[in-house]
């Protein structure tokens, strides 16, 4: 574990009555991306929280670089690349001061790479902040998370409410720092289809809690989506083991399976069904079937 | 050397890689001796992870259909071509399977599937040819 850039070991975090996080461990090795999804509300910008410091571990632990992020903060936020959906940055300033001010903070800021950027964004650095378009601003916030050159880069809703044109540079930054000599990138996002690009691996937060982390590949090849279809109508879904969450009605019936593909379709013929259609399910898919119908039981979509 | 990533099904992008450079290689697009992206170039031009990139380069070495030369990159290896014949066929046979299986499940025999694949085959000719 020692050599983990990351590991959280049995994390809870409760804010009133509300549980935030509720008994998290994972660990996040380098060279790796890695994805974190899960509904508004899951935990997930309270976990990134807790890796930057912002947080305490009340209950349970958290390593960075094999750090306590609140106890030893510069051992590790130098070293972090930190990008929030809010993108904060000072309204005041123009883009020049803000890399200067920027470079002030970080002992490895690469001048070079940051006008790089700056050009390559389509930025100056006369712009002031208060002026600046959001995906504009949010370019200028990714400059400042991966011009030094950060070992761990941490992307907290990097992609939510831009335009397809910022949303391809937040993915080419993800790439370019893992293509780097084996950087780390941590993102959450909401948009799965580019975790699914991107991501080695990735972890679903349900209310919470950890329902799912594994490897992409392992994860889609694990999941079946199978339609099959019944001599005859029948009212409900036949029994079949592994079986995640069904549609359909009538003779008719697809169901989203977690399991070895050809056990899945005798399990299916056993019950008298024949096999219509087969295909891999996308991580949208799996993530639906995981999470919607303890959504259901909450009355909300 | 053009691929296209598809996030419409699950079906993982490395392997999503193999096959289509098999397929260029089958269909002539890529000769023996070509060199292919580097994987940190074909993962910025793509968006995808490099890790992925790499994976797939490793895979298409360990079936042979490309060789790495030590700090000179990846190329399409001499015996490449019936090895990515042999994928075109597999994929072929794949369609032809559902082909097979829908007809009988509308009860349509194997002989009347065969007509159709030939009128389809000179109907679509002549409008090529138009």
Redesign the interface.
């Known amino acids: 574990m020692t050599d983990q850039i990351v590991v959280v070991q049995h994390l809870s975090r409760v804010f009133g009555l509300r549980v935030a996080l509720a008994d998290v461990s994972l660990g996040i090795g380098p060279?790796?991306?890695y994805g974190l999804v899960g509904e508004n509300g899951a935990g997930k910008t309270t976990l990134i929280k807790h890796l930057l410091g912002l947080l305490r571990a009340e209950s349970g632990s958290v390593r960075v670089f094999g750090a306590d992020p609140v106890a030893d903060p510069v051992a590790v936020l130098g070293r972090i690349g930190y990008l929030s959906e809010e993108r904060d940055l000072p309204d005041w300033m123009r883009l020049g001061e803000l890399i200067r001010y920027s470079a002030a903070f970080y002992p490895k800021w690469d001048d070079v790479f940051a006008l790089e950027l700056l050009d390559m964004f389509e930025l100056s650095v006369a712009q002031k902040v208060r002026t600046l378009s959001r995906g504009q601003r949010a370019r200028a916030a990714l400059l400042v998370a991966i011009a030094h050159r950060p070992d761990l880069l941490l992307l907290d809703e990097p992609s939510s409410g831009l335009d397809p044109g910022a949303r391809?540079d937040i993915?080419?930054a993800i790439?370019?720092t893992?293509?780097d000599e084996g950087r780390t990138v941590l993102f959450s996002s909401h948009l799965l289809?580019e975790v699914?690009?991107?991501?080695?691996r990735v972890a679903i937060l349900h209310r919470g809690r950890l329902i799912l982390e594994s490897s992409?590949?392992e994860l889609?090849?694990r999941?079946h989506l199978l339609t099959i279809r019944f001599p005859s109508a029948r009212p409900s879904p036949p029994a079949i083991e592994g079986a995640l969450s069904w549609t359909g009605e009538a003779a008719e019936w697809a169901c989203l399976c977690n399991g070895e593909l050809e056990e899945l379709k005798r399990a299916a013929e056993l019950a008298g069904a024949?096999i219509?259609e087969q295909?891999?399910?996308?991580?949208e898919?799996?993530f639906l079937s995981r999470t919607r119908r303890s959504a259901s039981e909450r009355g909300s979509i | 050397m053009q691929l296209r990533i598809s996030d419409r099904d699950g079906i993982p992008i490395y392997a999503q890689l193999v096959r289509q450079i098999k397929l260029q290689i089958a269909s002539g697009r890529l000769r023996v001796g070509d060199q292919l992206p580097s994987v940190r170039k074909l993962a910025e031009q793509l968006l995808v992870n490099p890790n992925t990139v790499a994976r797939a380069y490793r895979e298409l070495e360990s079936e042979g259909v490309v060789s790495s030369r030590q700090g000179a990159g990846v190329f399409v290896a001499e015996d490449a071509s019936p090895l990515a014949r042999r994928e075109q066929n597999r994929i072929l046979l794949d369609r032809i399977d559902m082909l097979l299986a829908e007809a009988r499940h509308m009860k349509v025999d194997v002989d009347a599937v065969i007509k159709l694949v030939r009128q389809r085959a000179e109907t679509t000719q002549e409008s090529r040819n138009d």
Request: charged share 20%; hydrophobic share 55%; proline share 3%.
């Open positions: 060279g790796l991306v391809q993915l080419a790439v370019r893992v293509a289809h699914q690009r991107v991501a080695d992409l590949d889609l090849s999941h024949i219509v295909r891999a399910p996308t991580l898919e799996v």
